[in-house]
């Protein structure tokens, strides 16, 4: 079974609609991420969490929410689906050591279409 | 702030050709260098590390040593497969706490037979 795994995998929805992406993991990591990749643009991060009670924005937070249901589940809105938050989708963990050493895991991805 | 910059693609090579894709990076302090893999339809993997100047990070034949002179940190492989075709992502550590990571913006390998 996969370490990190996203749900759905595949999502189409329309402008305006509210919509959950939702990660779970087995790592037993303390941090978790939300990216989103746009072509050419490399991964950009959304929020950042180090523990349940912990949550932080990254560089792309507007028109995202986060929530950390439990420590191996990190979940991610869009209260009000635009179409140009549509892109691919990947959720991170990481364990705390900290420091400059960061090693990170992916999830497959959740690729968003909203029309 | 943390920045990273790697080489714009499309790569397009023969297979057994020498490879080489180039990272710099811009940082405060003593980040983390990391590449990582994308192959197609999949999420990211990490494919090798460096944690500290001159250290070489290796796997699966490519390589990549940490130059703090020059601040780069290039991906290399002697001899390249089809397999090989994916993105490939230059990252490093956001800041001293590691909050998280800054990707460049990736470079895609297409390896032909």
């Known amino acids: 079974d996969a370490d990190v795994t996203q749900t759905p995998r595949n999502r189409i929805t329309k402008t305006g609609k509210r919509i959950m992406l939702e990660c779970s993991q087995t790592?037993?990591?303390?941090?978790m991420y939300w990216y989103r990749q746009d072509p050419g643009l490399g991964l950009q991060l959304i929020y950042y969490?180090?523990?349940?009670?912990?949550?932080n924005k990254g560089e792309i937070s507007d028109g995202y929410s986060v929530s950390r249901q439990a420590q191996a589940k990190f979940s991610l809105s869009l209260e009000s689906a635009i179409p140009n938050q549509t892109a691919l989708y990947f959720c991170?963990?990481?364990?705390?050591?900290?420091?400059?050493?960061?090693?990170?895991?992916f999830g497959p991805g959740t690729r968003l279409t909203v029309l | 702030g943390n920045s990273v910059t790697q080489m714009e693609g499309p790569v397009t090579l023969s297979e057994e050709a020498f490879l080489t894709i180039n990272c710099t990076y811009t940082?405060?302090?003593?980040?983390?260098l990391f590449w990582y893999v994308q192959y197609p339809g999949e999420g990211l993997q990490l494919l090798l590390k460096?944690?500290?100047?001159?250290d070489k990070g290796s796997n699966k034949g490519f390589e990549a040593t940490y130059r703090k002179e020059t601040t780069s940190f290039h991906l290399e492989k002697g001899s390249v497969q089809v397999s090989d075709s994916a993105v490939y992502f230059c990252?490093?550590?956001?800041?001293?706490?590691?909050?998280?990571?800054?990707f460049g913006k990736g470079t895609t390998l297409s390896v032909s037979s």
């Open positions: 991170a963990t990481s364990d705390n050591k900290g420091g400059s050493y960061n090693e990170q895991f």
């Open positions: 790592k037993g990591h303390d941090r």
């Open positions: 969490s180090f523990d349940v009670k912990d949550i």
């Open positions: 940082a405060t302090g003593y980040p983390s």
């Open positions: 460096a944690t500290k100047a001159d």
């Open positions: 990252a490093l550590s956001r800041d001293q706490a590691g909050t998280a990571l800054i």
